[in-house]
Each structure stands twice: as structure tokens, then as C-alpha cells.
């Protein structure tokens, strides 16, 4: 019922930055959280960022210090700053946003290529 569209994503140099941003394609109300989640090839999906409707934020250890999670409410929009990209944040990022009744819905999914 919801769709989540995610952009942003892309190739850049070791120590480069990346902003993604992502939105469900209609207005939703009862967002209880929204965050991003990564997977690389042949590991687990894990927790990148997260960010709760009261404002409160959770973050991988990986990326602490350097990735920052913040949330526009008007126009229902989570966006990651990457800043000091590793090589090891080469990933498929993915949007997630929960809602109060705890139903989850998922992003397809934006590319992260890190060169060294």
C-alpha cells in the first residue's frame, strides 16, 4: 500500500560524501520511524540509521560519528548524510519506515559504491 522511493545513491571516492533521501509515495500518518538499513554482498542487512517520530536517533556502530540521520515531517522525507565514506560502507542501502501499528515497508533499494 505504501511504496518507499529512495535516490541519492551512487559511486564516489573513499572520504567523499553522499546524501540519500527517501519518501513514501503518499502522505502516511502514523509513521512511528523511519531509517536505513544496508546490505553487502554475502552479509546480513543491518542497521545503518534510524530515525523516531519524537526525534530520537539510533545508528550502526560502523557508521557512528560519520553518517547522520535527520527527517523533514512536512514533507515526509528521511534523508542520510554520509560523510567520510570507507569502502566498507559499499552496500545496498535500503529506506525502511515503520508505522505505530508496527508494519514495516522497505525501500527497492539505492546502490553505495565506495572506491578506495
Known amino acids: 500500500q505504501v511504496q518507499l522511493v529512495e535516490s541519492g545513491g551512487g559511486l564516489v571516492q573513499a572520504g567523499g560524501s553522499l546524501r540519500l533521501s527517501c519518501a513514501p509515495s503518499r502522505s502516511i500518518f502514523s509513521i512511528n520511524s523511519m531509517g536505513w538499513y544496508r546490505q553487502a554482498p554475502g552479509k546480513e542487512r543491518e542497521l545503518v540509521a534510524r530515525i523516531a517520530d519524537v526525534g530520537t536517533t539510533d545508528y550502526g556502530d560502523s557508521v557512528k560519528g560519520r553518517f547522520t540521520i535527520s527527517r523533514d515531517k512536512a514533507k515526509n522525507t528521511v534523508y542520510l548524510q554520509m560523510n567520510s565514506l570507507k569502502p566498507e560502507d559499499t552496500a545496498v542501502y535500503y529506506c525502511?519506515?515503520?508505522?505505530?501499528?508496527?508494519?514495516?515497508?522497505w525501500g527497492q533499494g539505492t546502490q553505495v559504491t565506495v572506491s578506495s
Open positions: 525502511n519506515l515503520q508505522t505505530t501499528a508496527w508494519n514495516n515497508y
